[in-house]
C-alpha cells in the first residue's frame, strides 16, 4: 500500500512484527508483516534426514579417508564438503549401500570380479581384474572401502594393495549377513604428492563365501 501519512525521512525496514516499509518507484510503501509460512512437506522431511545421514558418515570418514583421498576434489572448499556435495546427489533417504561415491578421478578404474564374505572366519575375500589398459599401471595401488548396511559404519583399508595381485582378504566381524556388505574399490599413486591421481570407484555386494 503507498503511504500518505507523515513519515520523517526515507521509511525502510521493518517496524516491530507489525509493518514492513520499503521503497517502490521512489514511493514510500510498507505492507503488513506476514510471519514466514513454516512448510514440512514430505520431501523436506526426507531431504533434512538425508542430510543428517550424509553427515554422519561424512563425520565417521573424515579422519581415516577423507582428508587424504578427496583434496584433489577440495578447489574453492574443504575435502569434507567436496565428499558431502557429490554424496547428497548420488544417495536417497534412506541410505542405498551402492550409491556412495567414495572416489572420483581420471585413472584406469578396478573392476570387482567377486567378494565373499565368511561369517565364521569374518573373512572377505576380493577378486578384481588387474589387467592395465590405459593410463593404468600394475604398480597402481587399490583401495578398499566396506560398508555394513547394518550398523551404517565402514571399515577402510588404506593399505595399498598393488593393482597387479589382482586380489585382497580383508577380516571383519564375524556373524554379519553378507549380503549386508557393499565393497568399493578404486585404484590411486602418488597419495599426498602434487601428482596423485584416483580412479572412479567400482562397487558390489558381497555374496556367501
Known sequence: MKLTGQINGNATGQLG???????????????????????????????????????????????????????????????FNAWMGKN????????????????????????????????????????????VYGNGSASDLVSFCIYNDATGRWIIDTSGTLRSASSKTITIATGQEYDNIQIYAFAYKDLNKSSFVCSNDNSMTCSEA
Open 17 to 79: 512484527k507489525a509493518v514492513i516499509y520499503f521503497n517502490w518507484k521512489g514511493i514510500a510503501c510498507g505492507r503488513v508483516y506476514k510471519k514466514p509460512g513454516y512448510r514440512d512437506t514430505d520431501a523436506q522431511r526426507a531431504q533434512r534426514h538425508l542430510f543428517s545421514e550424509v553427515l554422519m558418515q561424512a563425520q565417521d570418514l573424515l579422519g581415516i579417508f577423507i582428508k587424504s583421498f578427496w583434496k584433489k576434489h577440495a578447489i574453492h572448499m574443504s575435502e
Open 88 to 131: 547428497l546427489l548420488s544417495q536417497n533417504f534412506p541410505l542405498e549401500k551402492n550409491k556412495f561415491v567414495m572416489s572420483l578421478g581420471s585413472l584406469e578404474p578396478v573392476p570387482i570380479l567377486s567378494c565373499l564374505y565368511s561369517s565364521t572366519t569374518g573373512s572377505i575375500h576380493i577378486t578384481y581384474d588387474n589387467t
